[in-house]
């Protein structure tokens, strides 16, 4: 695997599975994990849709494929502590039953941003968001191994998210988009983030066979996963996202921002709490 994406290398096997705690693991946690290693292992599709975005780009190309490896490399990881944590959970199987309801536009030769900057801005999104998430989901943790797993998967979004904002500074010279478009894109996608995706790979991961509903599988998404942030988690996202859309992550903007991100997610936990319990 190149070191283009990231600067860094692990394998599984540093991953210190044999100091694996079963009566540490935490059922929420759990359902999160397993639908997180869908989302993370489908990081070659993901390649897919990026390399024909930025056709002709080839140093573009050679670092998304990288960053698509890496992925990878996290769906296995999380996808082999789930099947410790919980037997009866088939990684490959319900990878499968997620591609085969779910699928990002393979056949697309133009960003569905509008533009390669607006591409840019939404891939910056996502790494905040999973860089923030992985953190939180580290920090929450007690079963050891998961702990050095999501450590390991924080810092390589994170070190994603510098890869994608370096090269939409790049394109930024080239497009000349503005700090409104940029807001507006970055706006887009953190809305995107109650799309299909998430909820389909709840579902797909701990459906057990039920029909899907995504209403029901997103706010028992969104209950297990807004319990785990922090006030200081919160913060670094308002900061990395007024950074990449071409705000002052430190004015009084960035402070109301904070504040409503908290009061939402607060809201949001609640309400799926509230779904969840009156189904």
């Known amino acids: 695997m190149s070191r283009t994406a990231t600067g860094r290398d692990w394998t599984l096997e540093d991953i210190p599975w044999d100091i694996f705690d079963?009566?540490?693991v935490d059922p929420d946690i759990l359902k999160l994990v397993k639908a997180a290693s869908l989302v993370e292992y489908n990081g070659g599709d993901y390649a897919t849709y990026l390399c024909n975005v930025f056709r002709g780009d080839h140093e573009f190309q050679d670092a998304a494929r990288a960053w698509a490896d890496e992925?990878?490399?996290h769906g296995r990881a999380l996808g082999r502590w789930a099947e410790m944590a919980d037997d009866s959970f088939d990684f490959e199987r319900s990878f499968q039953r997620f591609v085969e309801g779910f699928r990002l536009p393979l056949d697309a030769t133009r960003s569905v941003r509008g533009s390669r900057s607006g591409e840019l801005v939404a891939r910056c999104m996502v790494e905040i968001g999973t860089s923030s998430y992985y953190t939180a989901l580290a920090e929450a943790a007690e079963e050891p191994a998961l702990r050095a797993i999501c450590?390991?998967?924080?810092?390589?979004?994170?070190?994603h998210y510098k890869l994608f904002y370096s090269y939409l500074n790049r394109y930024l010279e080239r497009e000349g988009m503005g700090r409104l478009r940029?807001?507006?894109?970055?706006?887009?996608?953190?809305r995107e983030s109650e799309d299909d995706e998430l909820a389909y790979a709840y579902y797909a991961a701990n459906g057990e066979g039920?029909?899907?509903?995504?209403e029901r599988c997103s706010h028992a998404y969104l209950q297990r996963t807004c319990a785990f942030y922090r006030s200081r988690h919160l913060r670094r996202m308002v900061v990395m996202s007024f950074?990449?859309?071409?705000?002052s992550p430190r004015g009084r903007l960035a402070e109301w921002a904070w504040r409503f991100l908290s009061w939402r997610l607060r809201h949001r936990h609640q309400m799926a709490k509230m779904t969840n319990e009156a189904a």
Do not use: C, M, P
């Open 71 to 73: 992925e990878v490399k």
């Open 210 to 214: 039920e029909a899907y509903d995504r």
């Open 243 to 247: 950074k990449t859309a071409g705000l």
């Open 151 to 159: 450590s390991k998967i924080a810092g390589d979004e994170f070190r």
């Open 22 to 24: 079963a009566q540490k």
């Open 182 to 190: 940029r807001a507006l894109v970055a706006l887009g996608r953190v």
